[in-house]
């Protein structure tokens, strides 16, 4: 491997470093012919949903709708190396767990379902049939089903997948669905009903194209939802300031060169992004947020005592919201010294964006995992929709809340009603329409999924799809307790680190992807997902599956089902497999005031977005307005233990180079940082007062009083751009630094962005210092 390197990126996000990076990467898996063909068709009217990021699907799709890193999964999915059974008969599981994330992955796809043999210690091929008969066997046998059952799924699941999924779930007897949204946007999905009464954003491409304003906070376009730089370049053409809160100067939101655009790649023009840029401490949000609201109510204060405008929208607070004066009279009563030690930012900062904001006619903030993955996750997203409600930015054209969304179909797969929150799907009907009682008992969220494995409660664990293992917290604890299960089924495409952890009896079933032709008996079928915005659109697969092998995600459903399940005419599992209409048909009578008309609207251009009462002030609230909900856990710092300053917040971060777990390469070139991802950045006076040196070789250790020792060696310090205090290195190498106990109080979304860890040099008999590495 080339050695470790540090070299500030000076180019704009895209440009032809993203042109280079795309090239590389067709070439790498092999597809450098085939894959711009499929392209062609990607986020297009009866073409395929990208399946990256869940971004929006514009109704006038550019000729080219994608990005670098669409194009990355694309090759991802299409990639011309298959990982066969001959690959499985060279490699016991125990020589496989030695490959890091990246080598994991590069043998290519799955191509045959497999059977974890303990003899050997190797996976070896089996038929579908085998598999289904004792999975579902051995499903049957557990005793508590209640308990003893999970369904985990990832956000990549389309539409018709997720309802069969928790159908099952359902019919069998549990709410166990935890899925990748419960790391994620779970905070979104408990701050925003509280505070506008539905659980996803209200704004859609036509707001940015009419906003006045846009505020960022811990969301970082260039790398995560590239396909959103195009809105945001149009935006800043237009003059709209763009406010960004990060603790780190991420390069999409900074410039933009579009790669699509001749005349750009051309004369090499870029387009400024955020007009102001804050780099807020880790987990400092609640602050900053706290103060931008405090000088919104000093400017109107001074605008009503001097006879000007006033900058609330008083007839918007009075006839639509609830709670404005106790929270009004409680961000008037912080301290600005305090507000400043906690934002780590100086209140002309927070001026300077109350000055912005409060002169903008309509606002937009946008928000992701910066956000949700704090403690205090959900008292900070309520306190932005505080700030966006003070002057009337919900509800009306160019204004609203826009949580960013990760996986591609994240939103759909909880909209289809995979949830362990019972409450949250109409069970009722659910129940009649198929004829059976549902559960009404929770079931495990993902934190509450690992809990109960480490309590030895669980038997049996389906992942449909996803790196569950990888993706959690806690590694030390949660990969030996995985060898403990008595079941595990792996539905993934590619090898990844949860099938290297058996059970006692384990599989690895591979499927069909949504980028290949799925051919049933009834003809070619086709799917449907949601995107950020709410918007519901077909997906057409286009290439033949990797593997003749290879099953559908819905048949694989439907299989299990029949053989687990007691009879019932009403759940027609053989008509679901064979076409995915009568699914659709299902999904449209339990959620008819969405799924109407489902099967033609979904190819409308741009989809058919459901119903989303906020945007049209219609508030689904406890108190029936829209809620100011006042913060308490300023008082308190809950990310950091009361200990001295020599913790420093760990904020897990992923590169421009991985989605998730799935690592493509060594690079995050925004970031200049080459061949590595075993680092730590950090700021130079954090380097300096440690005695440290940049190119060292440094171990990260938990603070927590739980008697467990969490650390990781052999990490190289770079010193970096990054507010004193905070440090960053990557998910998922850092997961085993995170407590499984270190969640956003409401949500249990794990805290990932706020670690508290100690830094040490690794001892001279570990790692000798041996690495230069650039400093900024
Ligand atoms: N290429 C690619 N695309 C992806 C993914 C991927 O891994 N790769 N993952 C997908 C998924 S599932 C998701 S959820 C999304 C994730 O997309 P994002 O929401 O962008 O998630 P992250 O990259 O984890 O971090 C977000 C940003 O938050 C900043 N940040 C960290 N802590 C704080 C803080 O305390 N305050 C503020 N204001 N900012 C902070 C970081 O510097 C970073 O810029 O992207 C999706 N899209
Ligand atoms: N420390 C830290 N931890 C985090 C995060 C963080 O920011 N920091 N982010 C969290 C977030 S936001 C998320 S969403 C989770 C991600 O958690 P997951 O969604 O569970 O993980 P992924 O890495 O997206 O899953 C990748 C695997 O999915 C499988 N796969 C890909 N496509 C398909 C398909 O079409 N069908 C099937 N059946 N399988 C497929 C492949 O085998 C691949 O190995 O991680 C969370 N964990
Ligand atoms: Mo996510």
Redo the contacts with the bound molecule.
Sequence with gaps: MKKPEYKPYRLPAGGWGSARSVGNILRREGVLASAPVALTRHNKVDGYQCN???WVKPASPLPLEYCE?GV??VAWELTAHRCTPEFFAQHTVTELREHDDYNLEQPGRLTHPLRYDAATDKYVPVSWGHAMDEIARELRAVKNKQKGTVFYSS?RLSNEASYLYQLLARAYGNNNLPD?SNM??ETTSVALPQSIGQAVGSVDLGDFAKTDCIMF?????G????RMLHPLQEASRRGVPIIT????R?RGLERFLNPQSPTEMLTGKATRISSQYHQ??????LAALTGICKAVLAMHDEALATGGEPVLDEAFIAEHTHGFDQFANWARAQDWDELERRSGLHRADMEATALVYGRAKSAIAI????????QAGVETIRLLVNLLLMRGNIGREGAGICP????SN?QGQRTMGVTEKPELFPLDRLGEQFGFEPPREPGYNTVETCEAVLKGEVEAFIMLGGNFVRAIPDHGQMEPAWRTLRLTVNVITKLNRSALLPGEISYILPVIGRLEIDETAAGQQVLSMEDTSGCIHGNRGLRTPASPHLISEMRLICELAKRVLDPNPKMRWDDYMNDYAEIRREIGETLPDTFWDYERRMWEPGGFQRPLPAKKRDWHTDTGRANFVTPTALEEDLDMPAVGHDVLRL????S?D???TTVYGYDDRFRGINNARQVVLMNRSDIDRRGLKVGQAVTLRTVADDGVDRHLSNMLVVAYDIPIGCI?GY?PECNVLMPVWHYAAGSKTPA???IPVTVHADGPDILEPQLELGTV
């Design positions: 990256s990021c869940a890193n990355k999964a956000g990748s994620c946007h906070f811990g969301q970082n376009p790398s995560n939802s590239p809160y990060n603790p780190l991420e807020v401490k880790a987990g400092g949000d928000y992701g995992m910066g956000l949700t993955q704090h960013v969304r990760g996986h994240v904020m897990t971060l992923r421009n991985q989605f998730n960053g998910y990932a962005k706020s």
